[in-house]
């Protein structure tokens, strides 16, 4: 309870130090302290479990694999969602402001991949080369590249 005591007076000084040398007028602000002040205060509580249990012998090397373990599957599960969300949401802005339209024949830079559109769904569209392969594209890569697009009135021998 000291030392939790003595880093509050810590982070409520060192607050009052940053509100002198930058306003800080936003309620917010405080509330971040307080934030802080209860981050510090649980890992402090796990610190104190943890050496706790170490002085009473007990071996405590698996709650680092644990806590590793549980930060790395929390960075893949967030990793996935994340690209899963740019796909989706790139597909709602494919569909308003439209790079490629389904059946048409668009060309991908610096790829030189090109082809005709033939699927669009969430996650990816796919385009048939000339050749009948098909490539799949996800959809947040239609908005990091430079795509051409043949013109819907124009022949597929240019006339």
Do not use: K, P, S, Y
């Given at each position: 309870m000291i030392v939790t005591r003595t880093l509050d007076n810590i982070?409520?000084?060192?607050?009052?130090?940053?509100k002198k040398h930058r306003p800080i007028s936003s309620p917010l602000s405080s509330s971040y302290a307080t934030i802080f002040q209860r981050v510090i205060r649980w890992a402090l509580g796990l610190l104190?479990?943890?050496?706790?249990?170490?002085a009473w012998g007990a071996d405590v090397s698996f709650l680092w694999t644990a806590f590793v373990g549980m930060l790395t599957?929390?960075?893949?599960?967030?990793?996935?969602t994340w690209t899963m969300a740019s796909n989706?949401?790139?597909?709602?802005f494919i569909w308003f402001w439209q790079p490629a339209r389904l059946g048409q024949r668009i060309e991908i830079f610096p790829e030189?991949?090109?082809?005709?559109?033939?699927?669009?769904?969430?996650?990816?569209?796919?385009?048939r080369q000339?050749?009948?392969?098909?490539?799949v594209i996800p959809n947040n890569l239609l908005?990091?590249?430079?795509i051409r697009r043949t013109p819907d009135n124009v022949?597929?021998?240019g006339k």
């Open positions: 982070i409520v000084h060192f607050h009052d130090l940053l104190l479990l943890v050496l706790i249990l170490r599957v929390i960075g893949v599960g967030l990793l996935a989706v949401t790139a597909r709602f030189n991949l090109c082809g005709r559109v033939i699927e669009e769904n969430l996650m990816f569209t796919e385009v000339d050749d009948g392969q098909i490539f908005f990091q590249r430079v022949r597929e021998d």
